[in-house]
């Protein structure tokens, strides 16, 4: 039994795609050393869906050079086009999404983080005070230290 060429050549290319692949995973990271609450007007969104990535490279599947996580998060607050030291910020809805993408012999893992950036304001907040005669309730202004 002969193969045709056109069969041959199919053959061939499905075991070369085959050797390609593509893998991705991400997480919402929840927890963090601190606790804000954001319900107030004490904040600005500085850039909304803010995003830094890293990548890396892999040889026959040994690394030759890996992603960085904090790179990757670098290049985020450079994202942001707008200088940030000594500004009171904080990163909301913060994720980070894990690929890899092969081509027969190597890979290119990457690593991308993508957040909202907020700079926290010096308003005061207020909080309800007690009933007042009217019927309403009085805001008291809590100072900030």
């Known amino acids: 039994m002969t193969v045709r060429p056109a069969g041959a050549i199919l053959a061939s290319a499905l075991w070369a795609l085959s050797l390609c692949a593509c893998t991705s995973s991400g997480r ?23 995003t830094g990535s890293s990548s890396g490279f892999w040889f026959l599947f040994i690394p030759i050079a890996s992603p960085n996580y904090a790179a990757a998060k670098a290049d985020l607050y450079r994202s942001v086009n707008e200088p940030l030291n000594g500004k009171p910020i904080a990163l909301a809805n913060e994720t980070d999404d894990h690929s890899f ?5 190597f890979s290119i893992p990457t690593i991308k983080v993508t957040a909202d950036v907020v700079e926290f304001t010096d308003q005061p907040a207020l909080v309800p005070g007690p009933a007042t005669s009217e019927g309403g309730s009085a805001n008291t202004e809590i100072p900030r230290r």
Not at 32 to 49: C, F, I, M, P, R
Request: hydrophobic share 40%; net charge negative.
């Open 28 to 50: 919402l990271n929840e927890s963090s050393g601190t606790s804000v609450q954001l319900s107030h007007d004490n904040y600005e969104v500085l850039k909304a869906g803010a």
């Open 101 to 105: 993408f092969t081509l027969l012999l």
